[in-house]
Every structure is written in C-alpha cells, then in structure tokens.
C-alpha cells in the first residue's frame, strides 16, 4: 500500500502546477531559480568572509605569539594582548604557570587539555608559533560566593576599580567565557636566558617554557554574523523581487496574445472581415498573431466558398427538381392527356441531371488526396479517350504524343479530368479539338484547344469557379452543370499540378494547359 501511494504523491505537483496560470508558472519558477541562485551565492559569501575572518584572526594569532615569546623570552613579568585580550599562559617545563591572562587561570585542568609542548630552539630564545586546537573544560568554582550573586548569576565587572578582587572577579569573568569551547592555540617554544630567569629549569640557570596564546573564535564569527541578518533577509526580499517582475513581465508579454483571444472570441460567421492585432515586437506572439490572421483570411475565404457554393447548388439543383416535378404532377392531374413516354423521358432527363450534379459535388466535397495513388500513363488515357470521342463523331484529333506519359495518381480521377476538358473543348468547338502532350522528363504537359470563341482575359480565371457559366444558355442546353472545369482543377491541384486557360494561341479560339509531375523513380 505504501509504495502504491509514493507515485501519485509524486504526481499531485505537477498536476497543480499545470493548474496555474502561465504567468503564475513563470513567476515561481522564476522566484525559485532567483532563490536557489541568490542563496548560493549568499552561502558562498557567507563561507568567503567567515573563512577570511578566521584566516586573518590566525595571523593575528601569529605575530602576537612571536611578540609574546619576544617578551617572555626578555624576562618581561607581565604578559597581554593590547588589541583583543586575547587568553593566554605561559607553562615552563617543571609544569609550573609562569603567566596567565584572560582568565586561563580559573579553568580546571587546562594545563592537561593544551598541545603537547613543540621541541624547543637549540640556538635560539624563542621558536615558531605552532597551531592546535584545545577544547576548554570548566571554571573553577571552589569559590563561587566570592563570584557569584546568591541567584547564582555573575557579579557584574568593575568599572574603574583595579584593585585584585576586582582583578580576580574579571579574571573569572573571563574564564566562564572560555569555558566549554573548542579554540585554536599557538603554541610557542620560549628560552630565557639566566639573567633573566626567575624560576630557573635548567642547569646553567636558564628558563625553558611554552607560550600558549588562545584564539577565541568570537571575532571571526562577529565579523560573518554581521552579514548573517542582511543575506537571510535579503536573499528571500530578492527572490520576491525576481518573482514580481517576472509576473509583470509575463503580464505584460501575453497582453497581446489576450487581445488576440478577445477579438478572436468576437468573430462570428457574420464578421469574419475582423482580424486579431499584430504587435509591433519580432518575437513568436507576433508569428502567432500573423498565423492567426492567415487562418482567419482562410477560414473567411472557405466561408464565403461555401455560401457560393451552398447558393449556387440550391440554384442549380432547384431546375431539374422543380422540372422533374412538374412532370410528376402533370402526369398524375392529368393522366389521360398526356403522352406516357414523353413525359418518362422528360423526368429521365431531370433525374439525370440531378444525378450529375449530384455526383460532381460530391467529388468537389471529398478530402485534398486521391484515395489511392498508382503508376498511371497519361499518353495512353489520352489516346484512348481521343479515340473514344472519334468514334462519337466529335472532331478530337491528338498530336505529338510520347510513347509514355507516367504520373502518380488516382486513374479514375485522372481519367474524369481529360474528359472534363474534352467535353468542354467539344462543347465550345466550332471545328476541330487538338490534344496535344509534351514531357521533359520532369513533368508532362497536356493542352486541349478548340477553335471555338476565344476567352477575354478576365474570363481566363471565372472559367475554374463552381457553376461559372460564360454561355449560359449554350451550357443548359448541353446539359452541362457549370462543374466540369472547377472539378478538373481541383484534381489536377490533388496531383500536384497545374490547370490554366489562355486564349493568345497562334491558331484562334482557346487552350487548357495542364502541367503534372512525373514520378520521380521513373525516367523517361
């Protein structure tokens, strides 16, 4: 059960942090980062100072214990520190306590608990400072009334008085403060000549001792504690501070983009002329904004295709249903007065053309692909719908055709193309139709001219839109629907290709060129 829980424990953060706003998001982990940073850096700064402080107070430590040892070693009875007070006592090797300061005095056993005592100079009075750490024990209290209020508490130091009780109670002052705390100590080897010694160890009359010279950690502490406060409080202060502007900034950037939601949220399909503002800023919200003003010129362009589309084909299709009705209701109110045959060819006719309509907006309505692509030769469609449109009695005639044409492609779409342009080529001839297909190796080109009335220039485009009639009257008596040139089009644009119309020809009337691809695995 326990280790089911773990997982979706895990899985509860990310879950909140994809609920918060985007810049909410940004702000924290911006905040965070600013956090982590900044208090890196104020733990290094920390660490820096504090160890330079200590580093400092060692070298302070130093110099004081060779000017001490300069002292002792001159016979000089008292021994201080001037600057810092620091502790200090000087042991000669019979053990005994030649000078103590700070307090060192009144602590139990420190003589025990110091460093071993460095080998001493054999030419010289005084050696180096060596460095060692001592962990202070406790302070004597054999007379702790004499020390000590009745509540226990230390009597406060003197302020003027020097006499030696004064001296002593300052002395054991300092020990309480020594007592129980682990310090660094110079150790340093002393030599005293004979005329200088008063309690000799040695034969010739000579003292040999150890200064002991206590480093209490408190300066270098002091000197990092003052920057303790500021960086606890600034550090987090900071953090906010990124995490604020981060929020505004945040704020600030998606301004656009919440213009852009609020015009978008206003388009209906009445006012899809509205486009979403374009920030002045090259960055991606200026992309997103000319993105969606494409989309949105798309999307009205599709639209008002579409209310064409639904209009004309309400128009078209109103004809042959109002006419195949007429038939129906003539023949049943008068049954008796009308030719049967007539009027069954009649509606045959109109169903016919519903069909056909039909049928062609279907294809137009079908997805951008072919359904399926194989390896289909133009030339030999071609010749074969030619030959087809002879044997009708049209005057179809093909020329310079190569042995093979192949392209990618859907056969039957393919094959309703050519015919489209066929019919239409027939539809406006006057003479003759030519069929005519080039390739280059690359692409094949396929143009089908009639000699009939030329197109205008504006004409060369109205000639691909839906239900575009140029000769309306010609076209309903030939049964067309106004779809043949739009449909061809449309399949020569799923195949990758082109279909245009220009009438500057050499010979009158007007050509349909169509470019496709050919294969890329295949020469020819």
């Not at 309903?476 to 195949?495: F, K, N, P, Q, V």
Request: charged share 25%.
């Amino acid at each position: 059960m326990t280790a089911q829980r773990h997982p979706s424990r895990r899985s509860r953060t990310p879950a909140l942090l994809h609920r918060l706003p985007g810049q909410a998001r940004i702000a924290l982990v911006a905040g965070v980062a600013a956090l982590v940073l900044f208090g890196t850096g104020a733990w290094w700064l920390f660490q820096h100072v504090r160890a330079d402080a200590y580093r400092t107070t060692d070298n302070r430590a130093y110099e004081l214990s060779v000017q001490l040892a300069g002292q002792a070693a001159a016979g000089e009875e008292i021994l201080s520190d001037p600057l810092r007070g620091w502790p200090l006592i000087e042991i000669d090797r019979a053990g005994r306590t030649v000078a103590a300061a700070g307090g060192t005095r009144n602590l139990i056993g420190l003589r025990t608990l110091l460093p071993p005592p460095p080998d001493q100079p054999p030419h010289r009075t005084t050696g180096s400072p060596q460095r060692g750490t001592v962990h202070v024990g406790a302070v004597d209290e054999r007379d702790h009334d004499r020390f000590h209020r009745p509540d226990g508490t230390l009597k406060p130091p003197p302020s003027s008085d020097t006499s030696a009780e004064q001296k002593a109670l300052i002395a054991h002052r300092q020990a309480h403060v020594l007592a129980h705390r682990t310090m660094t100590v110079f150790a340093t080897a002393v030599h005293t000549p004979a005329s200088a010694c008063r309690m000799p160890t040695e034969a010739d009359g000579s003292c040999r001792s150890t200064l002991y010279v206590l480093v209490p950690p408190d300066d270098a502490e002091l000197a990092a504690a003052s920057l303790r406060t500021p960086l606890m409080t600034g550090v987090p202060l900071a953090a906010l501070l990124v995490a604020a502007l981060a929020w505004t900034a945040a704020r600030r950037s998606l301004r656009p983009v919440e213009a852009m939601r609020r015009e978008v949220a206003e388009i209906t399909d009445t006012s899809l002329d509205r486009r979403v503002p374009v920030p002045d800023a090259r960055d991606p919200v200026r992309s997103l904004a000319l993105t969606t003003n494409t989309t949105l010129d798309r999307l009205e362009t599709a639209v008002e295709r579409q209310r064409r589309f639904v209009a004309d084909a309400s128009h078209e299709l109103r004809s042959p249903v109002a006419a195949l009705r007429y038939e129906l209701e003539t023949a049943l109110a008068h049954p008796d007065t009308i030719d049967a045959h007539q009027t069954l060819h009649n509606a045959l006719t109109a169903t016919r053309r519903i069909q056909t309509l039909t049928e062609d907006l279907l294809l137009l309505a079908r997805p951008d692909h072919p359904a399926a692509y194989s390896l289909i030769d133009l030339a030999g469609l071609a010749a074969e719908l030619v030959h087809e449109y002879r044997h009708r009695g049209h005057p179809v005639s093909l020329r310079g055709t190569p042995d093979q044409a192949p392209v990618r492609g859907d056969g039957a779409q393919l094959h309703r193309l050519l015919r489209n342009l066929l019919d239409n080529a027939v539809r406006h001839a006057r003479t003759a139709v030519v069929l005519d297909i080039t390739t280059d190796g690359r692409a094949h080109t396929v143009t089908v001219h009639n000699d009939g009335t030329p197109l205008a220039p504006d004409e060369y485009e109205r000639v691909f839109e839906r239900f575009t009639r140029l000769d309306e009257a010609r076209t309903r008596d030939t049964g067309g629907s106004g779809l043949g040139l739009a449909i061809a089009r449309d399949i020569a644009e799923r195949h990758h290709g082109t279909l245009t119309a220009h009438s500057d020809h050499p010979r009158p009337g007007t050509t349909f060129i169509l470019v496709l691809p050919g294969p890329p695995d295949t020469t020819v």
